[in-house]
């Protein structure tokens, strides 16, 4: 039979009668037949089929006006009655799935990405590791996993199931290492800004924190506060505005909206770089009322939830990012922005490089969390960032945010912790087991000693021979 005949023959589909259509892979003929009403794609018996009705067929002969029955064909086209084959071959797949085996097959309408058959039986123990294959769908219609033809997920493959794969082609040599744009979730975007009548202010003000080189994120900070401040006076220039009322309008934030001591601190950072900095009008701003800073201790997790936490992740990528994370006392916008070359295992240490405040540092290297990175450099294979995403480039803030939640949840630990405890744990662990204060200020790049010192109000080293006074009490 040429290769490019297309054949219509009967079929039995989950108990229902079908009519199995046969057609060369070709993407013009798959758009085609996908507009047949209940067209389905059988990965078992690598066909297409349609429902065994009178409309189907006469599409199909629209469609495909040198379709070749493989069987005699129906006293009335407008009836398919399509006569069983005296004996049908086999599908070229048909078979080859086996229970105890995870089946690759190619897929008929996309080049990018392959078939994968879990089967049954296999569900209980390698689910997980599936759902953790870069860019993997579910196809509820086909009934496998969609996962990206690249070289990124052969490898992975061939690393977490050994011996369980059972390949019904031969893989091409020339697949590319990552598929170059695969669909990722997109968050809604934010409302945009209402600009205040003197909008010209802010963007003086911004120009003035760019040239001090200040963070985009304080520039963004500082250009909304002070957007909301003089649109709270939108008639009067800022120029004109006065002292007066710039303490009236941070004294109606705290009374009427509660703002916490760290948004005044920030309001008042904003409009006092404006009048000393963008115009000369330094004397009203001379002398701000600051709140008093609360002084609260950061939540912390003990040895214990770290390791609950971190055993609750499943995914190699995620429990690299959270052990590098706690084991190095990073910060998040640290990790992320981590590069391959700032890994240094042959002198233990991580090179952090623009850390808060535009200062470098270094810090320790943690040979459990080494190991873990270089059996996952080994699969995955980034090109600069150290944690790539999967379309390349840094890894989102958002997404270890979303990791941290689920094992937090899955581990049962304090719900009130963050990214960021798993830092106030490192110092906190590092102080107990006797680490000098200032070699933890020095690995977690706090400027001043003070700020190192809050960790001495957590630490529990000494209380069990601290005894209370009421224990030596006749009473």
Same mark, same amino acid.
């Given at each position: ?188 975007? @934010? ?9 010209? $202010?802010?963007?003086? %003000?911004?120009?003035? &924190?760019? =040239? *001090? ?103 190699? @990528? ?9 084991? $190095?006392?990073?910060? %998040?916008?640290?990790? &992320?922005? =981590? *590069? ?136």
């Amino acid at each position: 039979m040429p290769v490019n005949t297309i054949t219509a023959s009967p079929m039995l589909h989950e108990n229902q009668e079908r009519i199995r259509v046969d057609i060369p892979y070709d993407t013009v003929l798959i758009q085609k037949i996908r507009t047949v009403n209940g067209a389905r794609w059988s990965a078992l018996h690598r066909c297409w089929h349609v429902p065994k009705t009178a409309e189907a067929w006469q599409k199909l002969q629209r469609l495909f006006p040198d379709i070749q029955i493989a069987a005699p064909q129906p006293e009335t086209p407008a009836a398919p009655r399509l006569a069983p084959l005296p004996k049908q071959a086999p599908s070229p797949i048909a078979g080859r799935f086996v229970a105890n085996k995870i089946s690759l097959l190619l897929l008929p309408d996309t080049t990018d990405f392959m078939g994968l058959h879990l089967p049954a039986g296999l569900v209980p123990a390698h689910l997980a590791t599936v759902k953790n294959i870069h860019g993997r769908r579910w196809d509820a219609e086909m009934n496998v996993w969609k996962v990206p033809y690249t070289k990124l997920t052969l490898r992975f493959l061939e690393k977490y199931f050994p011996g369980l794969l059972d390949w019904t082609f031969e893989p091409s040599a020339d697949i590319p290492e990552r598929l170059p744009e695969l669909p990722i979730h997109s968050y809604p975007a @934010k409302a945009t800004e209402t600009p205040a009548k003197y909008e010209e $202010a802010v963007t003086a %003000l911004e120009q003035c &924190l760019m =040239l *001090k080189r200040y963070s985009w994120r304080t520039v963004k900070a500082y250009k909304n506060c002070f957007r909301q401040f003089i649109r709270h006076y939108n008639e009067i220039k800022p120029s004109q505005i006065t002292r007066r009322q710039i303490d009236d309008y941070v004294a109606g934030l705290i009374r009427e909206k509660n703002i916490s001591e760290s948004y005044q601190n920030q309001i008042l950072s904003a409009i006092r770089m404006f009048y000393a900095e963008v115009i000369p009008q330094e004397h009203k701003v001379q002398g701000l009322l600051r709140p008093k800073r609360p002084e609260k201790l950061p939540h912390v997790l003990t040895e214990d939830e770290v390791s609950r936490l971190l055993k609750a992740v499943d995914n190699l @990528k995620h429990r690299c990012i959270l052990m590098m994370i706690y084991s $190095a006392g990073l910060r %998040l916008g640290e990790v &992320l922005h =981590l *590069k391959m070359t700032d890994v240094q295992p042959e002198h233990n240490r991580i090179f952090v490089r623009e850390a808060k405040g535009k200062k470098d540092r270094c810090t320790i290297l943690s040979d459990k969390a080494w190991a873990l990175v270089h059996e996952y450099l080994d699969v995955y294979r980034p090109i600069e960032w150290l944690f790539e995403g999967v379309n390349g480039g840094k890894y989102g803030e958002r997404s270890v945010q979303a990791i941290f939640s689920q094992a937090k949840a899955k581990s049962k630990i304090n719900p009130s912790a963050t990214v960021h405890t798993l830092r106030h744990s490192f110092a906190t662990h590092l102080l107990e087991k006797g680490v000098d204060l200032r070699y933890i200020q020095e690995l977690l790049g706090h400027e001043s000693s003070k700020t190192t010192e809050i960790y001495t109000h957590i630490t529990k080293k000494g209380w069990d021979k601290i005894k209370s006074p009421l224990d030596d009490l006749d009473i």
